[in-house]
Each structure stands twice: as structure tokens, then as C-alpha cells.
């Protein structure tokens, strides 16, 4: 990385693109949740074992999975605020595996 930048090439781009940086999207992890803040956390595991480590990377009580509104409906009743829910997305940063395989 360092060469390139020292020759003026932008990698801006590729930092940027699929290769570095991928978005996933299992089953076994919360699609939604009503916490609103962005998270970074470090993984140093196995790619193939991240699917069953949410539990592990995301330990805090704040991280359970958000409890489904009975049958579905997600009304509020009177006196009960109905909380917001919002997508998330996971993305995993491979930069730092690099320096392992070089």
C-alpha cells in the first residue's frame, strides 16, 4: 500500500470497493433493531465461524435480538410508545488480515 502511495496512485477507490470492505447478511444475526448507533467491533476468528458469533461479538444485553410485537401487528397500546426499528447493516473490514498473509 505504502509503494503505491509513494507513486501517486489513488487508492481511495479500492479501499472503497467489495474488496476490502464486505457487507453479509445471515440468518442467524438480527436483521432490525431499535438501537440507532453504529458499532464497530473487532473479530479475530475464523470468516467461517463469524455466522455463529454474533452472541460473541455483540455480548451486551443492548445486542439481544429485538422482541417481535405479539402477533405480529406492531401497533403500540395506549400509554405505550411504539419504539423505532431500524435496518442494520454488518459489513467486515478484511485490511487488517493482510498484514497476516504477507
Known amino acids: 500500500m505504502c ?22 447478511d445471515f440468518d442467524e444475526w438480527p436483521a432490525t433493531h ?3 448507533d453504529s458499532f464497530r467491533r473487532p473479530y479475530n476468528g475464523s470468516l467461517f465461524d463469524l455466522r455463529y458469533s454474533y452472541k460473541d461479538i ?3 444485553a443492548k445486542f439481544d ?3 417481535e410485537p405479539e402477533g405480529g401487528d406492531a401497533k403500540a ?5 411504539k419504539e423505532k ?9 478484511m485490511i487488517p488480515i ?3 498473509h504477507i
Do not use: W
Open 3 to 24: 509503494s503505491l502511495m509513494s507513486k501517486g496512485i489513488t487508492i481511495a477507490p479500492l479501499l472503497a470497493s467489495e474488496i476490502f470492505c464486505h457487507d453479509f
Open 34 to 36: 431499535t438501537e440507532p
Open 58 to 60: 455483540f455480548h451486551e
Open 65 to 67: 435480538a429485538a422482541p
Open 77 to 81: 397500546t395506549k400509554g405505550e410508545e
Open 85 to 93: 426499528v431500524y435496518k442494520i447493516r454488518y459489513q467486515i473490514n
Open 98 to 100: 493482510l498484514d497476516e
